[in-house]
């Protein structure tokens, strides 16, 4: 006897329905197992979250390349790793662009950076460079024991399946020991994700489009943490837009309190009456921290658009092409 609700009963008949289809028009592309726990996160369409500029809905630039926000002139600290990625991960632009399943999805795959982030105070950016779709997108950390392989037959969300990673999805929900939790809006294509991982407080906090969005995980001291990334959707992409460091020191404390106090729409290097030398200084290492926040943007819902886990091969095309 079936005693599962009929609601669930109805989306798995959905699901396995779903999957035949796909079998028998794509014979030469194989099947990954679900994930049950992304049914209610998944969207087959591309999400319209808040990007950072407009590039992305000019459908008259035939060339979606876009440099909006990449204004960081600093060195990298670090890049995506060539050793320590998934195979279905193409690395682009001398290695800060990953494009994920370049021919089709067969399940879940990720990038670990170059080197851990060791500072106290550590801070990157990531770009949405393509739409962004499918069972999860994520962006977040793990120690050395986070496997960019394990899930590549599966459809999931990979950071923070297990207690060795902490993830945040495109859908805005936040996963460690693969408990989801509610955190902010969905982003999609163009929007430019910011991590800062405090290492001597053991906290991680996210950016979106360069605007706070708090603490989303705590207890993280003591750690040996790498920047990861991971998707399951067909030709989708991310690029590592910024990489900075900084030790915690009085300096920087001071900064993160005028930070608090002054309005996020004001540069604090320019409100303040600070020597040229000092405000270089501070421009270069901590603009992250004291640039003025952009004004939000919002975009309407599709009217079409829904939950499903039939995305990542039978839409490559009508995404991505």
């Known amino acids: 006897?079936?005693?599962?609700p009929k609601h669930v009963q109805q989306l798995q008949a959905t699901l396995a329905s779903i999957f035949d289809v796909r079998v028998c028009l794509f014979p030469f592309v194989s099947v990954a197992e679900p994930d049950e726990d992304c049914v209610s996160y998944a969207s087959a369409l591309p999400v319209k979250g808040e990007a950072f500029?407009?590039?992305?809905n000019n459908t008259?630039?035939?060339?979606k390349k876009c440099n909006c926000g990449e204004d960081c002139t600093a060195d990298f600290e670090w890049t995506w790793d060539s050793e320590v990625k998934s195979p279905s991960c193409m690395l682009l632009d001398g290695d800060k662009e990953v494009m994920?399943?370049?021919d089709y999805s067969s399940g879940t795959a990720a990038v670990r950076a170059t080197d851990p982030v060791c500072a106290d105070q550590n801070f990157w950016e990531i770009k949405m460079t393509s739409p962004v779709y499918g069972t999860d997108m994520m962006i977040g950390i793990?120690?050395?024991?986070?496997s960019v392989d394990k899930y590549s037959h599966t459809f999931c969300s990979l950071l923070g399946r297990d207690g060795e990673s902490w993830?945040?999805?495109?859908?805005?929900?936040?996963y460690h020991k693969g408990q989801p939790k509610k955190y902010s809006s969905k982003f999609g294509q163009g929007t430019i994700v910011g991590v800062h991982l405090d290492m001597w407080r053991g906290e991680l906090r996210f950016y979106k489009n360069r605007r706070p969005l708090g603490v989303a995980f705590t207890g993280l001291q003591a750690k040996k943490m790498y920047p990861f990334v991971s998707s399951t959707a067909a030709r989708s992409g991310m690029r590592v837009i910024t990489t900075r460091s900084f030790p915690s020191s009085l300096q920087f404390f001071c900064c993160r309190k005028m930070r608090e106090v002054i309005p996020d729409h004001l540069d604090v290097t320019e409100v303040m009456p600070l020597p040229p030398g000092l405000k270089h200084f501070l421009r270069y290492h901590l603009h992250w921290l004291l640039r003025a926040a952009p004004p939000a943007r919002f975009h309407k819902k599709r009217s079409n658009s829904?939950?499903?886990?039939?995305?990542?091969?039978?839409l490559c095309k009508k995404v991505c092409d």
Request: aromatic share 10%.
């Open 1 to 4: 006897m079936n005693h599962k």
């Open 53 to 56: 500029c407009d590039c992305y």
């Open 60 to 63: 008259s630039v035939e060339n």
């Open 100 to 102: 994920f399943h370049v």
């Open 142 to 146: 793990g120690t050395t024991d986070t």
């Open 167 to 174: 993830g945040l999805s495109y859908s805005g929900v936040l």
């Open 306 to 314: 829904y939950s499903s886990k039939s995305d990542e091969h039978v």
